[in-house]
């Protein structure tokens, strides 16, 4: 900055950022509609050629899938389900795009070289695929916190043995990411992770008991997916956010807090030794973590709402209320226990997320489901960490089958 008394640094060339190849695991969801919308943006803003796309990906959104590549244009498209490779293959006739299709397939996409990775697939489906990205050296943006939840250790052991670089989406991760002084780590004294208490924030117990799964997903301040969506509504995203604060951080638990702040303007609060606070604060946008994400460790523009403060009358602060979010406690045991339980407590979370929505248990069912499946199985896993990707997808599976048996005891 020119005429400045202070030390400014030099001008920032973003060309580097702008060339990246990306790859966009899970492009037709929430996250993966808003990157693109954010790639969008860059070749209006800085020029046609920012972010060339390497591959995309959904699971059975093939109509979304195709509009995507005929517009971005990547080297290739993928659809999960392998029943619709035809359709997929017909949409895209004459563009020219490779299409491939099949669960392999996807994880095919995240090994194939490219610079960066957004991986936005929802749940523990991610995980291979992620993994795989950060191991072969990829700068990997990670919205899935599904898959840093049930393999910390595994993604811990990767990251020390290869290149590839982990960049939060998660609002209030990358919002913590931003604020975080790493080599002042000794002065970090609690890092406060936000939540804005969700569509049941006000609710009695007596009235979450008849909440219907289209009350669940329609979240006040945040558009998204609907397993996300639930999670915010029970608190348990801020359960495994907590979880996914300290993998990624190194925080141990006790300097970890959450708070309720029902207007999602302030995403992370870092406090120091010297008593300072430190705050993030923007617009409930995700299309602002992802652009911090993809420009990293540069700025660039994005298409995001911004924060008016003339309209805000008032920001407030409360202690979540741990009775009637009883899943938000689970999280925190499983925090303190470590070991298998967040593997356990996440995918007994992802099978009573799909009964509720399924309508097969009750908006209570969820907290009862993965508390029944915690007792069941953490005594028994108890000091044993799942270290390789085997030894998740293992516990993930036999957890699975236990939810399963729980949900149905939480329906009756
Ligand atoms: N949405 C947000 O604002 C937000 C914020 C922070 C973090 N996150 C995290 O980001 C991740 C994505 O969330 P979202 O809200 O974007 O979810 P979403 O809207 O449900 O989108 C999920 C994406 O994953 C694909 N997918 C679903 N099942 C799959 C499978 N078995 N294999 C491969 N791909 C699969 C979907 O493809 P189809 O469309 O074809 O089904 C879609 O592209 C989640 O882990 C969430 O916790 C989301």
New binding site residues.
């Given amino acids: 900055m020119n005429g400045a008394l202070v030390p400014t640094g030099a001008d920032i060339d973003l060309a580097p950022v702008l060339d990246r190849r990306v790859t966009v695991?899970?492009?037709?969801?929430?996250?993966?509609?808003?990157t693109l919308d954010v790639v969008r943006f860059a070749r209006t803003h800085y020029g046609p050629d920012s972010f060339p796309l390497e591959a995309i990906?959904?699971?059975?959104?093939?109509n979304?899938?195709a509009a995507q590549a005929r517009e971005f244009r990547p080297r290739t498209a993928v659809?999960?389900?392998a029943s619709l490779r035809m359709a997929l293959t017909d949409a895209l006739f004459g563009t020219g795009i490779e299409v491939l299709a099949g669960?392999d397939a996807?994880l095919e996409a995240a090994s194939h070289p490219s610079d960066m990775v957004m991986?936005?697939?929802?749940?523990t489906?991610?995980l291979a695929?992620t993994l795989a990205a950060l191991q072969r050296g990829a700068i990997v943006a990670v919205?899935?916190?599904?898959?840093i939840v049930a393999a910390g250790e595994v993604f811990r052991r990767a990251a020390d043995n290869c290149q590839g670089v982990l960049i939060p989406?998660?609002?209030e991760h990358n919002a913590a990411f931003q604020l975080l002084d790493f080599a002042q780590a000794h002065a970090i004294e609690k890092l406060t992770l936000t939540a804005s208490g969700g569509p049941f924030r006000t609710w009695s117990l007596d009235r979450m008991a008849s909440a219907t799964p289209e009350q669940a997903v329609s979240h006040p301040n945040?558009?998204?997916?609907?397993?996300?969506?639930v999670?915010s509504a029970t608190l348990m995203?801020k359960g495994?956010e907590l979880i996914e604060a300290h993998i990624l951080f190194g925080l141990p638990p006790e300097k970890l807090d959450v708070i309720i702040h029902a207007q999602s303007a302030v995403h992370c609060l870092v406090a120091y030794a010297d008593g300072s606070v430190l705050g993030h604060l923007s617009a409930p946008d995700?299309k602002t973590?992802i652009a911090y994400a993809l420009g990293w460790p540069r700025r660039i523009a994005s298409p995001s709402r911004r924060l008016d403060f003339a309209e805000f009358t008032q920001l407030t602060f409360e202690k979540p209320d741990l009775a009637r979010f009883p899943c938000l406690q689970l999280a925190r045991v499983c925090l303190q226990m470590g070991g298998a339980a967040p593997t356990i407590l996440n995918a007994a979370n992802e099978v009573a997320v799909e009964q509720f929505l399924g309508r097969r248990i009750g908006f209570l069912g969820i907290a009862r489901t993965v508390e029944r499946t915690l007792s069941a199985l953490a005594r028994e896993m108890s000091g044993r960490t799942p270290e390789t990707l085997e030894e998740v997808l293992a516990l993930d599976g036999a957890t699975r089958a236990r939810a399963r048996e729980a949900s149905g005891v939480a329906a009756a």
Avoid at 25 to 34: E, N
């Fill in positions: 695991l899970g492009s037709t969801g929430s996250v993966g509609t808003a990906t959904a699971q059975k959104n093939v979304l899938l659809i999960g389900e669960k996807i991986s936005a697939i929802v749940g489906a991610g695929p919205a899935n916190k599904e898959c989406v998660d609002s945040w558009s998204m997916g609907a397993k996300i969506s999670d995203n495994l995700m973590p």
